[in-house]
């Protein structure tokens, strides 16, 4: 497997693999690899010939106060998970080979992310939309996959590809989770074991809510009632929001019909947690 560090050097890797006529499919990360990251390299691996893994914790998804600094990185046990699953290459450029002095250049998607986690982490999604579409541009992949657990991410994405007339697919993997519920998540290293245990009714209301709508209730506002009152039932537990949108376009409903996202976003102690679910009725 090969590390790569600059973007001339990416793009002369891809260059060859194109020219020997194989199908590039990317995997932007953040790295501190989990489970979560692993399935989508695996599924990654099926769908094409040649997979490349970006690790990059991209200084410009953070806001002010956030964990950019602390974000935990372990590059050696990274490339050695990634390298078990059949990646490639991994592009692990420095933050000067990405921004170098007098950057100047953002991409944004509008009304997508305005709402749940673009109202708590304002500039959020245009230091995602401007990274992914550098990555996008100096891997040039066929197909790129992110993850579910990531639902506002993965929507406003889909919506830069098909608005910038984006050549390549854009995949989607369902949520990978802890044998007890909780998500999989670089930020659970953060969690004391009391905050571990405290994480579980993050799922446990997600389960919920799904209970309630399978047993008939229609009204997001009674839903999310019930879903705060577990959440703030939990000491330990600051809600940020709890929401159900249109799983489509993110707009706000009243009435659950058709593929809805049921949404949240909780401090579990300093840790801020996002999970959510997709329910169909
Ligand atoms: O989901 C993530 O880890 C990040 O937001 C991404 C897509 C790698 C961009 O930095």
């Given at each position: ?27 932007p990360?953040m ?25 990059f914790v991209n200084p410009k998804q953070f806001g002010?106060?956030e964990d950019f600094?602390?974000y ?34 953002y ?6 992310t305005?709402?749940?986690c673009g109202?708590?982490r304002p500039g959020h999604f245009r230091g995602v939309t401007t990274v992914v ?17 990531d639902?506002?991410q993965?929507?406003v ?125």
């Open positions: 497997m090969r590390i790569i560090h600059t973007v001339r050097e990416m793009r002369d890797y891809v260059r060859g693999v194109k020219l020997a006529g194989h199908t590039v499919a990317l995997v990360t790295g501190y690899l989990h489970e979560g990251h692993l399935a989508l390299m695996r599924r990654a691996k099926e769908r094409c010939d040649v997979v490349v893994a970006s690790i002010v106060g600094e602390r935990p990185r372990d590059m050696a046990r990274d490339a050695r998970l990634a390298e078990e699953v059949g990646v490639d290459a991994i592009f692990n450029p420095p933050v000067e080979e990405m921004y170098p002095a007098g950057y100047n250049t991409v944004e998607v509008e009304k997508l305005e709402g749940l109202a708590a579409n550098k990555l996008f541009n100096i891997v040039q992949p066929d197909v790129a996959f992110f993850g579910q657990k639902a506002q993965a929507i994405i889909r919506q830069m590809v098909a608005d910038l007339n984006m050549p390549l697919e854009i995949v989607i993997v369902p949520i990978v989770r802890e044998p007890d519920g909780l998500a999989m998540s670089s930020r659970n290293v953060y969690l004391t074991p009391a905050e571990r245990e405290a994480a579980l009714v993050l799922y446990r209301t997600l389960q919920r809510a799904n209970g309630l709508i399978m047993a008939g209730e229609r009204s997001v506002p009674a839903v999310l009632t019930e879903m705060r009152r577990m959440l703030e039932a939990e000491p330990l537990a600051t809600v940020d929001y709890v929401e159900i949108r249109d799983a489509g376009d993110l707009s706000v409903i009243d009435t659950i019909q058709g593929r809805v996202l049921v949404a949240l976003a909780v401090f579990i102690g300093r840790t801020r947690l996002i999970d959510n679910l997709l329910v169909e009725v």
